[in-house]
């Protein structure tokens, strides 16, 4: 796949118990991305963080959490991007959602 020197990321930043039909919903998201033909998605892992409720998570070996931040990293051009968009709105109801322009330099 070709992808042209401007692009789209888009960013969908979650807790790791988000589910979606009973399972994780990451994996949810990122078996759409591939269904949907996206360019590429990475699921990352924080070991700290937290969200709109002020609720910090940590990996802290006292404190196991099982609310550990999630971000999904999709890359693709904004037509295809787009495709994911009514998914995201539908399964994604506690969490963030942003979407930046990128120069993609190497895709291989």
């Not at 969200?51 to 550990?68: E, F, M, P, V, W």
């Amino acid at each position: 796949m070709k992808l042209p020197e401007k692009g789209k990321q888009l960013r969908i930043f979650i807790d790791e118990d988000n589910s979606y039909k009973g399972k994780p919903l990451y994996e949810a998201i990122i078996y759409k991305a591939r269904e949907l033909n996206l360019a590429g998605a990475t699921v990352t892992k924080g070991i700290m963080g937290y969200g709109a409720d002020s609720r910090i998570s940590t990996a802290k070996i006292l404190r196991l959490s099982s609310h550990l931040p999630i971000i999904i990293e999709i890359v693709d051009n904004e037509e295809n991007i787009e495709k994911i968009m009514p998914f995201l709105d539908e399964v994604v109801d506690k969490g963030l959602v942003t979407l930046e322009n990128i120069n993609i330099k190497v895709y291989r």
